[in-house]
């Protein structure tokens, strides 16, 4: 089993930056994928960015790059997302997840453990 924390939701103006840390702990097999997956009210779930965790490789969504960094801390067991730049578009339940495998995948199904989500407000 697998346990994942996000923190460092909040309200910040547009413009703004936040740092949302995602910590695992449990059955986290190193090899696996994370990513971030903003949901904003009444919508779906949509990726943002991913990061394989043995090796590095990253890929972001069309509408976060040049603002967002995805990046991880092996000893801790923790993935961040950089967000600057902010946009009140970019409001919503911000969840981190582990991947199903090690590739670094877009789809909401290549994921199988969630955390519990962290809210992010950006106002204009």
């Known amino acids: 089993q697998v346990q994942l924390v996000e923190s460092g939701g909040g309200v910040v103006q547009a413009g703004g930056s936040l740092r949302l840390p995602c910590a695992a702990s449990?059955?986290?097999?190193?090899?696996?994928?994370r990513g971030w997956f903003p949901q904003a009210p009444g919508k779906a779930r949509e990726f943002v960015a991913a990061?394989?965790?043995?090796?590095?490789?990253?890929f972001y969504a069309d509408s976060v790059k040049g603002r967002f960094t995805i990046s991880r801390d092996i000893a801790k067991n923790t993935v961040y997302l950089q967000m600057n730049s902010l946009k009140p578009e970019d409001t919503g339940v911000y969840y981190c997840?582990?991947?199903?495998?090690?590739?670094?995948?877009?789809?909401?199904?290549?994921?199988?453990?969630w955390g519990q989500g962290t809210q992010v407000t950006v106002s204009s």
């Open positions: 997840a582990k991947g199903r495998s090690g590739w670094v995948a877009t789809a909401v199904s290549e994921y199988e453990y």
């Open positions: 449990g059955r986290t097999l190193s090899s696996y994928a």
């Open positions: 990061i394989r965790w043995s090796g590095g490789s990253i």
